[in-house]
């Protein structure tokens, strides 16, 4: 009896490591249902068997959205364009995944510039493929804030996101 124990709860302990990510550096999770996804590193997971970070969905059925984002000062960008790129990959998307980048103003709760990528969403499976978004930087902007979000339930991993 001990034995069929320990052994289930090996076989938990196992399983539990197995779904542990841990989170890129300098990025964290957000969205309005960050709990219900899991979200890190996915070691070997992307292009030629390197690092990948990942956005799982861990809820048969969600409502919402969790993001692994960032965020940066705008002042190289101010009054010019920034380009935000980078490679994603997505499995059983339901609902949409993709790239978002948002310029903010300290003066508004309105964003100065926003684009989630809502209008060309990537759903289902796919394979790697390069994405961009470009928008403006005004200069009244106080932060730049960037990410990958996965609305609903499915899988996508990312790598090579550049600015």
Do not use: H
Not at 3 to 29: E, H, M, N, Q
Not at 95 to 114: E, N
Not at 142 to 160: K, M, R
Request: with cysteine; hydrophobic share 35%; aromatic share 10%.
């Amino acid at each position: 009896m001990t034995t069929k124990l320990f052994k289930g709860a090996l076989i938990v302990a196992t399983t539990l490591a197995l779904l542990s990510f841990d989170l890129p550096k300098g990025w964290f999770k957000a969205g309005s249902e960050p709990t219900k996804y899991e979200m890190g590193v996915d070691k070997g997971a992307g292009q030629d068997g390197k690092n990948a970070a990942t956005i799982k969905s861990i809820d048969k059925d969600i409502k919402g959205f969790g993001t692994l984002m960032q965020n940066c000062s705008p002042t190289k960008y101010a009054g010019k364009r920034v380009r935000m790129t980078g490679q994603l990959k997505s499995k059983d998307v339901e609902s949409y995944t993709g790239f978002w980048l948002r310029v903010d103003a300290s003066d508004s709760k309105k964003p100065l510039s926003f684009d989630n990528m809502f209008d060309r969403p990537i759903k289902g499976t796919t394979d790697w493929k390069k994405y961009e978004i470009v928008l403006d930087v005004p200069e009244n902007a106080s932060n730049i804030a960037y990410g990958v979000l996965l609305n609903g339930t499915g899988q996508v991993w990312f790598d090579s996101l550049m600015t």
